[in-house]
């Protein structure tokens, strides 16, 4: 939404008034405000979100001014504004034929409407409203995009702030939340494209920096994302969110000993984040540099040993140094805190093989499944498991049911294919062989893992030759 607003109340004769009406309250005592001094008072408890104190100011406006049309419409704000809307169309419908030419009145029945889901009527009476506005539109029809933005209703919010764009296109208020809706509607080439109109104009945003490189990031475009935080900690050395996401995305494109680098310099503006310490120890794994890595996991434990990742993370680095049994106790470690990752089911499971545990790796995989049947890889393993005890329709079976939750996954489909080959039925065979190949025909090598006489079945050579010719 709309960057942070500077405080509205920095006015003197405001915080005097403020000042008197709370003494007032205090001491019990009458005191007298103009309208125009409660107005203000009203929209100082709003803006700090003291509603309760909005309304009594609002009570006691009316005391004094009954009559006072602008109080009124004060007072409904603040009900819609403590998530009362039902109580304020009530009050709307006693002001309507004093309020029927006040655009307020109309933005107020609206947003009343809106917070009530009642769309359609809510964007008839902004509409109404927009028809007496004739200054500032492009403000207003900000505003009534807030409402709906507040909602989480993003498509409505859009119609408009693209209205407040054509009638206002350097309103940053306005680009930036355009963005930030499409941002949420996860359309990530608009939400991008009114970024970087923004930042046409106003290129010291380090926040705007900031959130175009989540957005490149999000989309893998790793290049790009690091473009981004590179300018926002140009304008703002000091921006640690950026520094943390920069090294995630650095990571995230094998970049793992630059990722380090920065890791640590976002530790040296907050040097408590165990996070950082966590991905810094993953990168060195990554690298293969497992003693720096156990290092990083074990920091992080000293300091929180309740951090299940880093006792995966041990467990990992236990594996790939063929150190099984301390494997299986770190992950174990890792899932005794928390018994429903998958990923850690999976990497038990392996252990469990390596070790010759295969009653074990079965029951990690099957607990694997259980937590995410599309979790493919686990599917794979178990599959393979059964197939070493020669129970070949057992792992076919197997996986049909995985396949119900991944008929897309390739290799899914060129296990499937070798079994079917393998029991002599070339017709499943074939048909499951045909659709990885025209989806992911490099992969094809995949068949020798279930299948190794593969490349001796005239009909498996016949297919991939097939299939071979249509690619480029």
């Known amino acids: 939404m709309s960057e942070e607003r500077e405080p509205m109340f920095d006015d003197n004769d405001i915080a005097d008034s403020v000042k008197r009406f709370e003494q007032m309250i205090r001491n019990n005592a009458n005191a007298y405000f103009d309208v125009h001094e409660f107005e203000n008072i009203i929209d100082y408890y709003i803006d700090i979100n003291r509603f309760n104190d909005a309304l009594k100011a ?3 406006a009316l005391e004094q001014h009954p009559n006072a049309g602008p109080i009124h419409i004060k007072r409904i704000q603040v009900l819609i504004n403590k998530g009362e809307p039902v109580q304020a169309l009530k009050l709307l419908a006693q002001i309507e034929q004093i ?5 307020d009145f109309y933005i107020l029945k609206g947003t009343a409407l809106a917070q009530m889901n009642k769309t359609k009527d809510a964007v008839r009476f902004f509409d109404m409203a927009l028809q007496l506005t004739y200054e500032n539109k492009d403000d207003v029809l900000y505003d009534i995009a807030l409402t709906f933005e507040h909602l989480s209703n993003y498509k409505t919010a859009l119609l408009y702030l693209k209205q407040a764009n054509e009638t206002n296109s350097r309103n940053l208020s306005v680009l930036y939340d355009l963005a930030y809706c499409y941002e949420k509607l996860e359309e990530d080439d608009k939400c991008i494209a009114y970024y970087e109109k923004y930042l046409d104009i106003e290129p010291f945003s380090e926040n705007v920096w900031y959130n175009l490189g989540t957005v490149y990031q999000r989309k893998e475009n790793y290049e790009k994302a690091i473009e981004a935080y590179d300018f926002a900690l140009a304008i703002n050395e000091k921006y640690s969110s950026a520094y943390f996401n920069k090294a ?12 380090i680098t920065v890791f640590n310099e976002f530790l040296y503006h907050e040097p408590e984040n165990l996070d950082a310490l966590y991905y810094i120890g993953e990168s060195f794994e990554r690298l293969h540099q497992y003693e720096h890595a156990q ?4 920091k992080v434990l000293d300091a929180e040993p309740e951090y299940a990742d880093a006792w995966f993370g041990l467990g990992v680095v236990s594996y790939h140094k063929e150190e099984y049994k301390e494997s299986i106790k770190y992950i174990k470690k890792a899932i005794h805190i928390d018994s429903f990752n998958g990923e850690y089911w999976y990497s038990l499971g392996n ?3 390596k070790s010759y545990e295969n009653i074990l790796a079965a029951k990690a995989f099957r607990k694997a499944i259980e937590i995410d049947p599309y979790d493919f890889e686990s599917w794979l393993s178990l599959a393979d498991l059964i197939m070493k005890q020669n129970k070949l329709l057992e792992a076919i079976s197997l996986l049909n049911e995985a396949y119900h939750y991944n008929f897309d996954i390739a290799q899914v489909n060129y296990r499937l294919a070798a079994y079917h080959f393998i029991n002599k039925n070339q017709e499943l065979g074939s048909k499951f062989l045909e659709k990885p190949l025209g989806q992911d025909f490099h992969a094809h090598h995949e068949m020798l893992t279930g299948y190794p006489e593969a490349s001796e079945n005239e009909t498996i050579r016949q297919l991939i030759n097939k299939y071979k010719r249509q690619k480029p």
């Open 295 to 298: 290092h990083y996991y074990q």
């Open 99 to 103: 309020e029927s030419s006040n655009s």
């Open 248 to 259: 995630n995305a650095l990571a995230s494109s094998g970049s793992y000993s630059n990722a």
């Open 351 to 353: 252990a469990h093989m």
């Open 58 to 60: 609002s009570e006691i």
